[in-house]
T-cell receptor, first 113, second 116 residues
Framework: KQEVTQIPAALSVPEGENLVLNCSFT??????LQWFRQDPGKGLTSLLL?????REQTSGRLNASLDKSSGRSTLYIAASQPGDSATYLC????????????FGTGTRLLVSP | DTEVTQTPKHLVMGMTNKKSLKCEQH?????MYWYKQKAKKPPELMFV???????INESVPSRFSPECPNSSLLNLHLHALQPEDSALYLC???????????????FGPGTRLTVL
């Protein structure tokens, strides 16, 4: 059974720092991995989608990498801003049961001015 | 149009009420999903519709009844809910999936449901 873990569970940093969020999954048989952002009480916003054949994706200050063989993905946020404060979720789409995303437990990020 | 919309944003209902949640997308996606999310937890999948047919029911109690009238619209009918059903209900959509397909999932803003 696919399990997805995110470390750390919470992170507090001052504005301007570069930071890394980690996501690990137990089964490497995946189609893709997706990173989301969720503000309190709101829906999920898709940040980046990495296909299983890709190593990384970039969007603005965000860079996500994927090492499928080791079951790991990282989300790198450059020059963090208070507006980046949110919960970040990673989710994998397994090859078996591909209609179901398997979510990680999330990392709550607080960026202080 | 690149968004998923949900109505209402907030809903308060009693245990004997009947209400419905609505979700709409106009991206041409043929897979639509209902999720339930409790505070500080990741979303939990409830139902998946593929080409307007129910393809996954994650053993959801019958007091939740999904409906997909057309390819753009997804409803969730609620009846005789319990206080523990209070949660954020999220709708999502994606291009049709299958072996070899790589589909990004897009979420709506959610409906905050409170059952008294």
């Amino acid at each position: 059974k696919q399990e997805v873990t995110q470390i750390p569970a919470a992170l507090s940093v001052p504005e301007g720092e570069n930071l890394v969020l980690n996501c690990s999954f137990t089964d490497s048989a995946i189609y893709n991995l997706q990173w989301f952002r969720q503000d309190p009480g709101k829906g999920l916003t898709s940040l980046l989608l990495i296909q299983s054949s890709q190593r990384e994706q970039t969007s603005g200050r965000l860079n996500a990498s994927l090492d499928k063989s080791s079951g790991r993905s990282t989300l790198y946020i450059a020059a963090s801003q208070p507006g980046d404060s949110a919960t970040y979720l990673c989710a994998v789409r397994p090859i078996t049961g591909f209609q179901k995303l398997v979510f990680g437990t999330g990392t709550r990020l607080l960026v202080s001015p | 149009d690149t968004e998923v919309t949900q109505t209402p944003k907030h809903l308060v209902m009693g245990m004997t009420n009947k209400k419905s949640l609505k979700c709409e997308q106009h991206m041409g996606h043929r897979a639509m999903y209902w999720y339930k999310q409790k505070a500080k937890k990741p979303p939990e999948l409830m139902f998946v519709y593929s080409y307007e047919k129910l393809s996954i029911n994650e053993s959801v109690p019958s007091r939740f009844s999904p409906e997909c009238p057309n390819s753009s619209l997804l409803n969730l009918h609620l009846h005789a809910l319990q206080p523990e059903d209070s949660a954020l209900y999220l709708c999502a959509s994606s291009p049709p999936g299958g072996p070899g397909s790589y589909n990004e999932q897009f979420f709506g803003p959610g409906t905050r449901l409170t059952v008294l």
